[in-house]
Every structure is written in C-alpha cells, then in structure tokens.
C-alpha cells in the first residue's frame, strides 16, 4: 500500500491499530477505473481539479480500490510507475 502511494502529490499512508488511513488526491477526470473505484471517487467531490480521498483500509478489497486509485492518479500525474 505504501508503496502503490509513494511520491503521489499529496498521498499519505498512516499506520493505526489493525489497518492502514490512506489519503490520495486523485485528478478530476480519471479514466479506465472500475465501477468500484469509480463509485468510491464520486463519494468524494472535486475540487480545485482533484478528489481528495480518505479511507480507512481494513482489508484486501479496500486496499485494491485504493491501489486502483492510486496507480491512476500516478498515470494520470506522470509520476512514474508504483
């Protein structure tokens, strides 16, 4: 998870008890995501061009969408391969 996040603008990883809080900001207009990942973006509102999205991962499923999430806001940004 970490690492799917590394170097993304204003991507943070906290460990907590049991699970790991992830904020990504995620580009407004990001393409080739699952209905999934593109159901948990709309929770979260644009603005300023970005969805900024917090979630609170507790198992494999969240930390895919996340993952998903991140990788395409990197494609998105140009800031590298995860």
């Known amino acids: 998870m970490e690492r ?3 170097h993304l603008p204003g991507a943070q990883v906290v ?3 049991g699970y790991l809080a992830v904020t990504l900001d995620v580009p407004a ?3 080739g995501l699952s ?3 593109r159901a948990l973006l709309s929770a979260f509102p644009p ?3 970005s969805h900024r999205v917090r979630v609170d991962v507790r198992n494999r499923q969240w930390a895919a969408l996340v993952m998903e999430l991140a990788n ?3 494609a ?3 800031t590298g391969e995860s």
Do not use: L, N, P
């Open 47 to 49: 603005s300023g061009g």
């Open 72 to 74: 395409a806001a990197r």
């Open 15 to 17: 460990r907590r008890d």
């Open 4 to 6: 799917s996040c590394e």
């Open 35 to 37: 209905e999934r990942a």
């Open 76 to 78: 998105q940004s140009g």
């Open 29 to 31: 207009g990001v393409d």
